[in-house]
T-cell receptor
Framework: SAVISQKPSRDICQRGTSLTIQCQVDSQVTMMFWYRQQPGQSLTLIATANQGSEATYESGFVIDKFPISRPNLTFSTLTVSNMSPEDSSIYLC???WGAGGYTFGSGTRLTVV | AQTVTQSQPEMSVQEAETVTLSCTYDTSENNYYLFWYKQPPSRQMILVIRQEAYKQQNATENRFSVNFQKAAKSFSLKISDSQLGDTAMYFCAFPYTGTASKLTFGTGTRLQVTL
Protein backbone atom coordinates (compact mmCIF):
# COMPACT_ATOMS: atom_id res chain seq x y z
CA SER A 1 0.00 0.00 0.00
CA ALA A 2 0.96 3.65 -0.37
CA VAL A 3 1.91 5.99 2.47
CA ILE A 4 0.95 9.66 2.32
CA SER A 5 2.54 12.54 4.16
CA GLN A 6 0.15 15.50 4.40
CA LYS A 7 1.11 18.96 5.63
CA PRO A 8 0.22 21.06 7.52
CA SER A 9 -1.72 19.04 10.07
CA ARG A 10 -3.61 22.11 11.20
CA ASP A 11 -3.68 25.84 10.69
CA ILE A 12 -5.60 28.90 11.80
CA CYS A 13 -5.93 31.48 9.05
CA GLN A 14 -7.33 34.94 8.63
CA ARG A 15 -10.27 35.39 6.30
CA GLY A 16 -9.31 36.56 2.84
CA THR A 17 -5.99 34.71 2.86
CA SER A 18 -5.00 31.44 1.16
CA LEU A 19 -3.59 28.17 2.44
CA THR A 20 -1.76 25.53 0.44
CA ILE A 21 -1.93 21.91 1.59
CA GLN A 22 0.65 19.41 0.40
CA CYS A 23 0.50 15.65 -0.04
CA GLN A 24 3.55 13.53 -0.75
CA VAL A 25 3.12 9.86 -1.64
CA ASP A 26 5.87 7.27 -1.23
CA SER A 27 5.09 5.65 -4.59
CA GLN A 28 3.90 6.73 -8.01
CA VAL A 29 0.12 6.88 -8.36
CA THR A 30 -2.02 7.92 -11.26
CA MET A 31 -4.85 9.64 -9.49
CA MET A 32 -4.98 11.67 -6.31
CA PHE A 33 -8.20 12.79 -4.70
CA TRP A 34 -8.94 15.78 -2.49
CA TYR A 35 -11.80 15.66 0.01
CA ARG A 36 -13.38 18.17 2.34
CA GLN A 37 -14.96 17.15 5.64
CA GLN A 38 -17.02 19.91 7.21
CA PRO A 39 -17.54 19.79 11.00
CA GLY A 40 -19.58 16.75 11.97
CA GLN A 41 -20.09 15.75 8.34
CA SER A 42 -18.94 13.06 5.97
CA LEU A 43 -16.27 13.38 3.30
CA THR A 44 -17.12 15.20 0.09
CA LEU A 45 -14.91 14.95 -2.96
CA ILE A 46 -13.52 18.27 -4.16
CA ALA A 47 -11.55 17.13 -7.20
CA THR A 48 -9.50 14.42 -8.84
CA ALA A 49 -5.93 15.30 -9.78
CA ASN A 50 -4.12 13.52 -12.61
CA GLN A 51 -0.51 14.19 -13.43
CA GLY A 52 -0.05 16.28 -16.55
CA SER A 53 -3.63 17.46 -16.86
CA GLU A 54 -6.01 19.82 -15.16
CA ALA A 55 -7.88 18.56 -12.15
CA THR A 56 -11.49 17.46 -12.52
CA TYR A 57 -13.76 19.27 -10.09
CA GLU A 58 -16.98 18.00 -8.59
CA SER A 59 -20.19 19.98 -8.70
CA GLY A 60 -20.05 22.90 -6.32
CA PHE A 61 -16.28 23.26 -6.38
CA VAL A 62 -14.38 25.56 -8.74
CA ILE A 63 -10.78 25.93 -9.73
CA ASP A 64 -10.55 29.59 -8.71
CA LYS A 65 -11.45 28.69 -5.14
CA PHE A 66 -9.56 25.37 -4.91
CA PRO A 67 -6.64 25.39 -7.37
CA ILE A 68 -4.79 22.09 -7.50
CA SER A 69 -1.34 21.26 -8.76
CA ARG A 70 -0.04 17.82 -9.71
CA PRO A 71 3.53 18.28 -10.95
CA ASN A 72 4.47 14.59 -10.78
CA LEU A 73 3.16 11.16 -9.85
CA THR A 74 4.03 11.46 -6.16
CA PHE A 75 2.99 14.97 -5.18
CA SER A 76 -0.03 17.27 -5.19
CA THR A 77 -1.15 20.50 -3.59
CA LEU A 78 -4.58 21.95 -2.86
CA THR A 79 -4.95 25.66 -2.23
CA VAL A 80 -7.94 27.09 -0.41
CA SER A 81 -8.20 30.64 -1.71
CA ASN A 82 -9.77 33.80 -0.33
CA MET A 83 -10.87 31.92 2.76
CA SER A 84 -14.00 32.58 4.77
CA PRO A 85 -15.17 30.95 8.02
CA GLU A 86 -17.30 28.57 5.92
CA ASP A 87 -14.07 27.00 4.65
CA SER A 88 -13.25 25.76 8.15
CA SER A 89 -13.03 22.01 7.61
CA ILE A 90 -10.74 19.03 7.52
CA TYR A 91 -9.13 18.56 4.13
CA LEU A 92 -7.82 15.12 3.17
CA CYS A 93 -5.94 13.77 0.20
CA UNK A 94 -6.24 10.18 -0.94
CA UNK A 95 -4.79 7.85 -3.52
CA UNK A 96 -6.00 4.67 -5.11
CA TRP A 97 -3.03 2.36 -5.27
CA GLY A 98 -4.58 -0.55 -7.08
CA ALA A 99 -6.65 -3.66 -6.38
CA GLY A 100 -9.28 -1.58 -4.65
CA GLY A 101 -6.92 -0.08 -2.11
CA TYR A 102 -7.24 3.51 -0.97
CA THR A 103 -4.95 5.37 1.41
CA PHE A 104 -5.64 8.72 3.04
CA GLY A 105 -3.39 11.45 4.32
CA SER A 106 -3.66 12.37 7.97
CA GLY A 107 -5.77 15.40 7.18
CA THR A 108 -5.41 19.17 7.59
CA ARG A 109 -7.68 20.85 10.11
CA LEU A 110 -8.30 24.38 8.88
CA THR A 111 -9.88 27.06 11.00
CA VAL A 112 -10.67 30.41 9.41
CA VAL A 113 -11.16 33.36 11.75
CA ALA B 1 -26.41 8.31 -9.28
CA GLN B 2 -24.61 6.01 -6.89
CA THR B 3 -25.55 6.56 -3.25
CA VAL B 4 -24.47 5.20 0.09
CA THR B 5 -26.83 5.34 3.08
CA GLN B 6 -26.04 4.88 6.75
CA SER B 7 -29.25 5.08 8.75
CA GLN B 8 -27.72 5.08 12.24
CA PRO B 9 -26.18 8.46 13.14
CA GLU B 10 -25.07 7.25 16.57
CA MET B 11 -24.71 3.95 18.36
CA SER B 12 -23.46 2.86 21.72
CA VAL B 13 -22.18 -0.52 22.85
CA GLN B 14 -20.68 -1.84 26.04
CA GLU B 15 -17.17 -3.13 26.08
CA ALA B 16 -16.90 -6.80 25.03
CA GLU B 17 -20.32 -6.73 23.41
CA THR B 18 -21.16 -7.00 19.72
CA VAL B 19 -22.55 -4.21 17.57
CA THR B 20 -23.69 -4.05 13.94
CA LEU B 21 -23.55 -0.93 11.81
CA SER B 22 -25.74 -0.84 8.73
CA CYS B 23 -25.06 0.45 5.22
CA THR B 24 -27.06 0.28 2.02
CA TYR B 25 -26.00 1.44 -1.41
CA ASP B 26 -27.31 1.82 -4.88
CA THR B 27 -25.45 0.91 -8.05
CA SER B 28 -25.96 -0.57 -11.47
CA GLU B 29 -22.48 -2.07 -11.48
CA ASN B 30 -21.93 -5.80 -11.12
CA ASN B 31 -18.33 -5.91 -9.94
CA TYR B 32 -17.16 -3.46 -7.31
CA TYR B 33 -15.56 -2.99 -3.92
CA LEU B 34 -17.18 -1.85 -0.71
CA PHE B 35 -15.31 -0.40 2.25
CA TRP B 36 -15.71 0.41 5.89
CA TYR B 37 -13.46 3.16 7.23
CA LYS B 38 -12.90 4.20 10.82
CA GLN B 39 -12.12 7.80 11.77
CA PRO B 40 -11.05 8.30 15.40
CA PRO B 41 -10.67 11.78 16.89
CA SER B 42 -7.20 11.93 15.35
CA ARG B 43 -9.15 12.31 12.03
CA GLN B 44 -7.01 9.69 10.29
CA MET B 45 -9.08 7.56 7.91
CA ILE B 46 -8.31 3.92 8.69
CA LEU B 47 -9.48 1.06 6.48
CA VAL B 48 -11.37 -1.45 8.59
CA ILE B 49 -12.46 -3.97 6.00
CA ARG B 50 -13.00 -4.37 2.27
CA GLN B 51 -15.42 -6.58 0.37
CA GLU B 52 -15.25 -7.55 -3.29
CA ALA B 53 -18.72 -7.88 -4.76
CA TYR B 54 -17.96 -10.93 -6.86
CA LYS B 55 -16.90 -12.88 -3.75
CA GLN B 56 -19.82 -14.56 -2.05
CA GLN B 57 -17.85 -15.10 1.14
CA ASN B 58 -18.15 -12.31 3.66
CA ALA B 59 -14.90 -10.54 4.48
CA THR B 60 -13.46 -10.81 8.00
CA GLU B 61 -10.59 -9.02 9.72
CA ASN B 62 -10.05 -10.23 13.27
CA ARG B 63 -12.98 -8.82 15.31
CA PHE B 64 -14.53 -7.14 12.28
CA SER B 65 -16.76 -8.89 9.77
CA VAL B 66 -19.32 -7.91 7.19
CA ASN B 67 -22.70 -9.21 6.16
CA PHE B 68 -22.76 -8.57 2.43
CA GLN B 69 -26.11 -9.04 0.72
CA LYS B 70 -25.53 -8.18 -2.92
CA ALA B 71 -29.11 -8.56 -4.10
CA ALA B 72 -30.35 -6.35 -1.29
CA LYS B 73 -27.39 -3.95 -1.74
CA SER B 74 -26.65 -4.16 1.94
CA PHE B 75 -23.23 -4.09 3.57
CA SER B 76 -23.29 -4.14 7.37
CA LEU B 77 -20.29 -4.17 9.69
CA LYS B 78 -20.21 -6.35 12.78
CA ILE B 79 -17.76 -5.55 15.54
CA SER B 80 -17.29 -8.37 18.03
CA ASP B 81 -15.77 -8.06 21.50
CA SER B 82 -15.95 -4.27 21.28
CA GLN B 83 -13.02 -2.36 22.75
CA LEU B 84 -12.72 1.22 23.97
CA GLY B 85 -10.39 1.90 21.07
CA ASP B 86 -13.20 1.14 18.65
CA THR B 87 -14.83 4.45 19.61
CA ALA B 88 -14.86 6.45 16.37
CA MET B 89 -16.87 7.55 13.36
CA TYR B 90 -17.45 4.72 10.90
CA PHE B 91 -18.03 5.41 7.24
CA CYS B 92 -19.25 3.06 4.56
CA ALA B 93 -17.72 3.89 1.18
CA PHE B 94 -18.20 2.87 -2.42
CA PRO B 95 -16.30 3.80 -5.59
CA TYR B 96 -18.23 6.04 -7.97
CA THR B 97 -17.79 3.75 -10.94
CA GLY B 98 -17.41 0.33 -9.44
CA THR B 99 -13.90 -0.96 -9.02
CA ALA B 100 -11.31 1.78 -9.28
CA SER B 101 -12.25 5.39 -8.86
CA LYS B 102 -13.06 8.11 -6.38
CA LEU B 103 -15.04 7.10 -3.32
CA THR B 104 -18.45 8.25 -2.21
CA PHE B 105 -19.08 8.04 1.52
CA GLY B 106 -22.11 7.48 3.67
CA THR B 107 -23.02 10.03 6.31
CA GLY B 108 -21.29 8.04 9.01
CA THR B 109 -22.18 6.36 12.29
CA ARG B 110 -20.67 7.61 15.52
CA LEU B 111 -19.89 4.60 17.70
CA GLN B 112 -19.29 4.99 21.42
CA VAL B 113 -17.91 2.04 23.34
CA THR B 114 -18.61 2.29 27.07
CA LEU B 115 -17.37 0.47 30.14
Amino acid sequence: SAVISQKPSRDICQRGTSLTIQCQVDSQVTMMFWYRQQPGQSLTLIATANQGSEATYESGFVIDKFPISRPNLTFSTLTVSNMSPEDSSIYLCSVEWGAGGYTFGSGTRLTVV
Amino acid sequence: AQTVTQSQPEMSVQEAETVTLSCTYDTSENNYYLFWYKQPPSRQMILVIRQEAYKQQNATENRFSVNFQKAAKSFSLKISDSQLGDTAMYFCAFPYTGTASKLTFGTGTRLQVTL
